[in-house]
């Protein structure tokens, strides 16, 4: 009898441990995901590159030996644009392409690959692994695409 007791405990336990009380709800996960990553990415990385359009990036880095303004001009295009195309849920998986393709760029070429040391491509690696999570899951149901019928590939 203490022993049926005891599994029923470890069942509770589990239960509770596991979150499992609370109901499982993708589409609402792709708009916190689309939004936090946008307004990340929007915020700290976008804004301050757009803000140093034209005289500003001379020396922007060059990893794609296009030049530095080029190089700058699709960053800032990847970077702010973009995000604020996926907080709103538009072109969702264009936007997430456009992110997958510029944090590819800072983190293999510009980074390196690396992942820890002064010169760590952490960032640009978690990022990427967001917007690749992103564009496999698509726009989901809470987004622009989906009201406009854009968004018919995302099943969620």
Excluded at 37 to 56: C, E, I, N
Excluded at 105 to 117: D, I, R, Y
């Amino acid at each position: 009898m203490e022993e049926a007791d005891e599994g029923g405990r470890v069942k509770k336990l589990l239960a509770f441990c596991n979150f499992s009380y609370l109901p499982c709800n993708g589409p609402v996960a792709l708009l916190l995901l689309r939004v936090w990553l946008g307004l990340s990415m929007l915020v700290l990385h976008g804004w301050p590159k757009a803000q140093l359009f034209g005289d500003g990036a001379r020396n922007f880095p060059d990893p794609l030996g296009i030049g530095g303004q080029a190089s700058h001009a699709l960053a800032v295009f990847g970077e702010a644009v973009c995000s604020v195309l996926l907080v709103l849920g538009i072109l969702t998986r264009f936007s997430a392409m456009a992110g997958i393709v510029t944090m590819g760029v800072a983190f293999f070429m510009q980074k390196k690959g690396m992942l820890s040391g002064t010169a760590s491509g952490e960032l640009a690696y978690v990022y990427l692994a967001c917007y690749v999570v992103v564009f496999v899951g698509g726009p989901g149901r809470f987004s622009l695409d989906q009201r406009l019928g854009g968004g018919k590939g995302g099943r969620s």
